[in-house]
C-alpha cells in the first residue's frame, strides 16, 4: 500500500526532519516543497494497520512534527521507473 502524507513542521526544523524519517524504512520518498505543507513524503506499507502504527507511533510523535495529512494511493497511472 502506498501512500502520500504531507507534513507541517516546526520552522526552520525542515531539512533535519527530512534527514530524521528518510532513515524509516517505510519511507521511499522524502521531499522539502514550498506551499502550505513543508514536506511531503511518500511511503509504502502493507496495511492500514500497519499505516496507523506508522503515523502514530513514528511519524506525529517526532517533536517537529505540527500537522500531517494523509493521501492513500488506489491506483497508479504513470510510475517513475529507475
Do not use: C, H, W
Request: charged share 30%; aromatic share 8%.
Amino acid at each position: 500500500m502506498l501512500a502520500y502524507i504531507l507534513v507541517t513542521v516546526k520552522s526552520g526544523s525542515e531539512r533535519e526532519f527530512l534527514k530524521q524519517i528518510s532513515e524509516f524504512k517505510e519511507v521511499i520518498e522524502a521531499n522539502l516543497v514550498i506551499g502550505e505543507n513543508d514536506a511531503v513524503i511518500k511511503i509504502n506499507i502493507k496495511d492500514i494497520s500497519d499505516m496507523d502504527k506508522f503515523l502514530t507511533e513514528k511519524l506525529r510523535v517526532l517533536p517537529d512534527v505540527f500537522l500531517t495529512t494523509t493521501m492513500i494511493i488506489t491506483e497508479q497511472f504513470k510510475q517513475k521507473t529507475q
